[in-house]
T-cell receptor, first 114, second 115 residues
Framework: EPEVTQTPSHQVTQMGQEVILRCVPISNHLYFYWYRQILGQKVEFLVSFYNNEISEKSEIFDDQFSVERPDGSNFTLKIRSTKLEDSAMYFC????????????FGPGTRLTVL | AQTVTQSQPEMSVQEAETVTLSCTYDTSESNYYLFWYKQPPSRQMILVIRQEAYKQQNATENRFSVNFQKAAKSFSLKISDSQLGDTAMYFCAFQFLNHYNDMRFGAGTRLTVKP
């Protein structure tokens, strides 16, 4: 069964460093998402992406964040200058088409900022 | 703003018994989806059950069923014959249909099934 994959599973970085979290959505899917979950807190929407552009973003998704689909398979989330409060689990998800409802989630990347 | 509220941060149930997790939401939308996701210790989000807002019939999926009250904006999850493997965080989620299908999640309920 096709699945969303994410790498790395755990990323440790120093405050102020740039990180790139990678996701490979299901191959024929068209809509892509990033969510984050700070430990012990709720899952929060960050951004949605369609047709090579951001379609919606939350207030969390400030200028430090960017997303890209560089090669038609990967979907990346970049944090330009990490802060301690960026430490969280980051989930990627995808949907086949707008009429579909189920988002398929990846296993997540745990980001630890020291 | 669309908000999702799960008022029970933690619950426990004996194996083989039934437990109900509550969820309320607030929206001005008329068409939307509601979901319950399970997040076991492995942290991966697993879809448990979904409900289309335009359907009055409550969704069921094996041991999992929902009580959807649209007027009250309530969407509770009932787990029958609880199993040890049901131990996890459970998130209620609301999904837009008018936008790009992004979702809003509740804070989660930690369910522990005791042997």
């Amino acid at each position: 069964e096709p699945e969303v994959t994410q790498t790395p599973s755990h990323q440790v970085t120093q405050m102020g460093q740039e990180v790139i979290l990678r996701c490979v959505p299901i191959s024929n899917h068209l809509y892509f998402y990033w969510y984050r979950q700070i430990l012990g807190q709720k899952v929060e929407f960050l951004v949605s992406f369609y047709n090579n552009e951001i379609s919606e973003k939350s207030e969390i998704f400030d200028d430090q964040f960017s997303v890209e689909r560089p090669d038609g398979s990967n979907f990346t989330l970049k944090i330009r200058s990490t802060k301690l409060e960026d430490s969280a689990m980051y989930f990627c998800a995808s949907i086949g088409d707008r009429g579909s409802d189920e988002q398929f989630f990846g296993p997540g990347t745990r980001l630890t900022v020291l | 703003a669309q908000t999702v509220t799960q008022s029970q941060p933690e619950m426990s149930v004996q194996e083989a018994e039934t437990v109900t997790l509550s969820c309320t939401y607030d929206t001005s939308e008329s068409n939307y989806y509601l979901f319950w996701y399970k997040q076991p210790p492995s942290r991966q989000m697993i879809l448990v059950i979904r409900q289309e807002a335009y359907k009055q019939q409550n969704a069921t999926e094996n041991r999992f069923s929902v009580n959807f009250q649209k007027a009250a904006k309530s969407f509770s999850l009932k787990i029958s014959d609880s199993q040890l493997g049901d131990t996890a965080m459970y998130f209620c989620a609301f999904q837009f249909l008018n936008h790009y299908n992004d979702m809003r999640f509740g804070a989660g309920t930690r369910l522990t099934v005791k042997p």
